[in-house]
Every structure is written in C-alpha cells, then in structure tokens.
C-alpha cells in the first residue's frame, strides 16, 4: 500500500479557523485566518473556500464563531442573532446543500443546549465540538466512500474527472478524488484525465495540484475534448462528485458534468457520481427544482484580471447543470452504492420506502 500526503483544507486552534486560500492555488500555499462568521460567509462566497462537503464544515465552524461573538448577550437576543447568523452563512451559496444540512445540524444543537439552558463559553465548546464532529464525520465518509468506490476501479484503467472534489473540497482525501485516491493506495496502475473545467479551473489549478502532491499519473485536458477521448477509446471511467442529489437521484455538480454523462451514455462509458450521504436533498423531487447558482460574468470574461473576451460582452455564467439519474451508472456513498438510481432505490436506500 502506498503511503499518500495528508492535505487537509482547515486548520482550527483554539477557536480559530484557518483556511488554505483556493484562489492562491497552485502557485502560492497562503493560510488565512477567519477572524468571525461575516469573513467566514464572504469566503465562501469568494470561493477563498469551496466543494460542497468543505462549504458545510466551514459553515458549521462559522456558525460556532458567530455564537462565541454573542455568547455574552442576553437569551432573547442570543436567539435573534444565531438567526442572523444562519441566515448570512447559508445565503453564501445556493446550490450545495451540504450548507444548509450542516447549518442545521448547527441551529438544532444551539436549541437543545440553550434549552438545556446552557450558554456563554459551555455552549460554545459544545458548538465548535460539533462543527468538528462534521468534520470528522466528513473525513471518515470519504475514507469509506474511496473503499466502495476503488472495487469499481479496474486495473490499468484510465478514468476522467471533472471539478476538484479532492481533499480541497472536503474536510480532507475527498469524494471523487478519494476514489481515485484510494485506487492508487491500493497499488492500481491508473491514469487521471483532468478536465480543466472552465472558468474557475478547479481542474487544472486544484485537482492537478492534488495529484501532482500524490505522484499519480495524469493529463489536463481542456473540457471540450472529453468527447473526442471517449470516441478514441481513451477512456474507461468518469467520476465526479455532487453538489445535491434529489429524491429521484438527479445530481447538480459543476458546470460540464451533464454532458459528460451524455457523452460516457453516448459511448458505454460507466459514470459515477461520488457523495456523501449529506450530499442527498430528499426534500426535493428532482432536479429541476434545484437553484443553480449564477456567477459573476467577470469570471468567464477574464482569465484572473486578465480580458479575454471584448470588454461590452455578456455572459453566462451558470457554476452548475443537473445530471438526470438515467446518465449515472453508480452513486458512491459511505455508506454503500446505488445503482440504476431512481427515486425507489434511493427511498430503499435511506430506509423510507
Ligand atoms: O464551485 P465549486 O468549486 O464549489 O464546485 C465544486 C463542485 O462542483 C464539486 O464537484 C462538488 O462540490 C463536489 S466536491 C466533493
């Protein structure tokens, strides 16, 4: 088994939040500090931090801060701005839900110990300890989801990913990444295809980064040239990660995501979709009704501060699409696989049929 590098994208000490700054990648390794839960939501949004699993834990720790802020104030007050809190984390962005799942868990742990009637510094540690449970708990899922995922990993195999779903995007070693990841612990011959993935490039800035620290083999290509590869027999396996999964097993991830998997349909290429389980929305049917997030135009007008379009154009920047289940092969979860995902085997899944 071959020993791999720990890259972890958080730091917490003594109620301090350092994050590793995703913009500066790969150049620079910069740690900043989020001194309260407003640098925290602006982070997020900035994408200083991003991936749906690491945007729930860092919420969660936020939410921890922005308590410890007030923890001084008066019950009736303390309530009016855990609300304020929630509200300015989980309007950062829309689209993963891991935000809100995580936010949640954080509100109802404040009810039950504020009914409790604890406060001040208890009820802060007992907050930041459950932000570091997330974490935790986040970690131990992809370690779980890397096991699950590997088997479907055939030797000598040549797999495309999309996005950074590694341990930048997580609380560490990742989701698809983790797969990906694990089948090289485990001694298999592959090789990685990095999509690029325009216009942020979480590809070929953070994804590349990640296996270049790791050794494992790969190429960047840009998006536009996944289809022609699969034509060309070039690849065996795509997997990508999720940003939420619906009740029918519809999955938003970055944008590119659903023509790949028409693309891997179209040539009898397996496509799999790695997630945690807090990754799933069952309070939404499909994914149609998912809210897609619209990002600034700037960012596919410019490549960093650099123009590449005429200065009058307008854009489009939509950050995610929707995969529909009938495109996935597999979804790889911690705590098992789906498969030929539709909305039965999802509710068998979670125990609700
Ligand atoms: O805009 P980003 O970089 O936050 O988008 C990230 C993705 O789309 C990932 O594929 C997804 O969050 C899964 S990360 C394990």
């Known amino acids: 088994m071959k020993l791999l590098r720990d890259i972890r994208p958080i730091k917490v000490e003594n109620y301090k939040l350092l994050v590793l700054n995703q913009l500066k990648l790969p150049f620079q390794e910069e740690w900043l500090e989020l001194k309260d839960y407003l640098q925290v939501a602006k982070a997020i949004k900035d994408m200083i931090i991003r991936g749906a699993p690491l945007i729930g834990i860092v919420g969660a720790y936020g939410f921890a ?3 410890k802020q007030y923890k001084n104030q008066n019950p009736d007050s303390l309530k009016v701005k855990a609300d304020q809190i929630y509200n300015t984390l989980i309007n950062s962005r829309p689209t993963a839900v891991n935000l809100s799942w995580a936010l949640d868990r954080m509100t109802t742990k404040f009810k039950n110990l504020t009914q409790k009637g604890i406060y001040g510094s208890k009820l802060v540690d007992e907050l930041f300890t459950e932000a570091k449970r997330i974490d935790l708990e986040d970690f131990h899922a992809n370690k779980a989801i890397g096991g699950y995922g590997e088997v479907l990993i055939k030797e000598n ?8 779903t590694g341990a930048l995007a997580t609380s560490g070693w990742g989701t698809a990444l983790g797969v990906i990841r694990t089948a090289y612990e485990n001694e298999k ?14 590809g070929s800035r953070l994804t590349a980064w990640e296996l270049l620290q790791e ?3 790969y190429q960047i290509i840009v998006d ?10 070039k690849i065996d396996a795509v997997i990508v990660g999720a940003d939420r999964i619906t009740l029918n097993g519809d999955v938003a991830n970055k944008i590119g995501t659903y023509s790949l998997s028409v693309l891997a349909k179209q040539h009898n290429i397996p496509f799999y979709v790695a997630a945690p389980t807090s990754s799933f929305d069952l309070n939404l049917e499909k994914g149609e009704d998912i809210i897609i997030e ?4 700037k960012e596919i007008t410019h490549c960093g501060n650099c123009p590449v379009a005429p200065q ?3 854009a489009l920047n939509l ?23 539709n909305r039965e085997k999802i509710l068998k899944f979670f125990n609700k049929s």
Do not use: W
């Open 65 to 67: 801060m922005g308590i």
């Open 319 to 341: 950050s995610f699409d929707i995969t529909p289940a009938e495109n996935i092969s597999t979804i790889i979860t911690e705590r098992g696989l789906i498969t030929e995902v």
């Open 224 to 233: 536009s040239c996944a289809g022609f590869l699969m034509k060309q027999g």
């Open 189 to 202: 011959n592959i090789f990685v295809y990095v999509d690029e993935t325009r216009p942020y490039l979480q």
């Open 157 to 164: 195999s040549r797999i495309l990913t999309h996005c950074n």
């Open 312 to 314: 009058e154009s307008d």
């Open 215 to 217: 050794g494992i083999p």
């Open 294 to 297: 619209i990002r600034d135009k």
